[in-house]
Each structure stands twice: as structure tokens, then as C-alpha cells.
């Protein structure tokens, strides 16, 4: 642990470019959104207004604190370091700190603004991803909070969904499995001495449809009650979102076997997420 203290300390103070580049890039969020928010406390609910501030400006304090004390990790898979915090991984941190005012709006009853923000985290999953690729832009923290983003942004919303009992519990339960299990698979494959690459698959890519599929359908019918399903449809989609989770975690299993088991330190494994 001191050694990992030691050296993020030294990048952290090596690295004066990269240091203000973050600062900025959070500095720069935090003003929009007081500014975002401020219009919302003045001319739409004062309440909204306050908690969103109330959340909000501390997490993206505390997300700044934790980049800050990690950019060993803003490097690609040789090592090299990034000189500034680039498009991928503000986009990133766009999707994860989305998730607080998201879970705000949820709770708060503003369903159409908080299923906006969940769009917004969808869009920028997409956007991310084709950036890092297409411009080589692609880090080492980048693939670490990729999946981070979805997970919060995705549990969140179907947490919400659970609380409004449009959600059964049984699947609430299989989906924190699916992401307990690939944390838990990333940490024994370490112990095993492997480095994972991650890379989503066709699989994961699919899930992810039917999981945001999954979310506007259900939040869309608390919004619209004229829009309802009938209970056909609605176990149907309940039963696709339960063999889709399954699927992944079938999938994660195997795939981290092979990566074990493969004589390779480095191991390309499914994202999944």
C-alpha cells in the first residue's frame, strides 16, 4: 500500500499539466452546474434546486479528489503518460457524476428529468468509447471507470424502479450479482497474476441494449399510465432482462476461466457490464 502511495504521490507532483488539466475540467462542471441548478432553484422547485446542489457539488469534489490521487492510472496499456485529461475520460466522468442528480430527480418525482439524465449517460457510453478508439485516446482509468459508470448509472435506476415496486427484488438481486461478480473475478484474476484488458463483447453490447430498453419501458409507464403493459408483456420483459443478466454472467465465468487458465499475463476479458 505505501508503495502505491508513493508512487501515485509521485506522479501527482510530476505531472503539473495533467494536475490543472483535471482541476479544470471539474472546476469548469461544478460552474455549469451551479449555474444549471440555480435556474432550477430560482423559477421551478427551490427543494429540487437545494438538493441538487446539496448532492451533487460534493460527489464531484470527492470524484475530483479521487482522479487526483490516481493519475498514474491516465496512461495507455505501454505505460505512457497522458498530458491531459482528454475527451474519453471527461465524458466518463460526465456518466458517473450524472448519476447523483439522476438518483435526485428519481426520487423527487421529476421522471422526465431524470430519465433525460439517463439518456445523457447512455449517449455518453457510446460517445466515449468511439473516441478512445477512433483517436487512440484510450487509458488505463478510462477502462476502469467505463464500467464503474454503467454499473451506478444502471443499479441506480433499477433501484428506483424496485423502491416504486415496478422492479421484483429477485431481479434486482441477480443484477447486483452480475456486478459483484465481475469485480470479484477482476480481483482473482490479479491473484492469479493476470492483467486483464477489458473489452466489451457482443454479449455485453446486447445486454446493454435490453437493459436501457428495460429502463425507459418501465419509468416510461410511471410517467404515461396510459401507457401500461399488460401482464404478458410485462413478465416478458422481465424474464428477457433476468436471461440477459444471466447470459453475462455465464459468459464472465467463462471467459475468466479461460483468462486463468491461459498461459498469457495479459488477458483480453469481456466488460459485460
Sequence with gaps: MSKLLKKSWEV??????????????????????????SSVLLWIDMALGKALLMWTIPAIILYTLIILSNLRFLCDDS?????????????????????????????????????????LTVITDVADGYIARKFSQTTKMGLML????????????????????????????????????????????????????????????VVGIIQFLGVVILVYQKIVPEFVLGNILNNSLLLT?????????????????????????????????
Design 12 to 37: 501527482f507532483k510530476d505531472s503539473p499539466v495533467l494536475r490543472i488539466s483535471v482541476i479544470k475540467m471539474m472546476f469548469v462542471s461544478t460552474v455549469i452546474l451551479i449555474v444549471i441548478y
Design 79 to 119: 505505460g505512457k503518460m497522458k498530458r491531459h485529461f482528454q475527451a474519453p475520460n471527461i465524458l466518463t466522468s460526465i456518466r458517473i457524476i450524472s448519476v447523483v442528480p439522476m438518483i435526485v430527480l428519481f426520487f423527487r418525482g421529476y421522471l422526465y428529468g431524470a430519465l433525460a439524465v439517463y439518456f
Design 146 to 205: 467505463d464500467p464503474v459508470g454503467d454499473i451506478l448509472s444502471t443499479e441506480s435506476a433499477f433501484f428506483f424502479l424496485w423502491m416504486r415496486a415496478d422492479f421484483p427484488l429477485w431481479l434486482l438481486v441477480l443484477l447486483t450479482v452480475r456486478y459483484f461478480q465481475f469485480f470479484a473475478g477482476l480481483a482473482l484474476l490479479y491473484f492469479f497474476d493476470k492483467r486483464p484488458i477489458l473489452r466489451a463483447t457482443i454479449i455485453g453490447k
Design 241 to 273: 432482462l433476468a436471461l440477459s443478466f444471466i447470459a453475462v454472467i455465464v459468459s464472465q465465468t467463462l471467459i475468466g476461466i479461460s483468462a486463468i487458465r491461459s498461459k498469457r499475463e495479459n488477458s483480453v476479458i469481456s466488460g459485460g457490464y
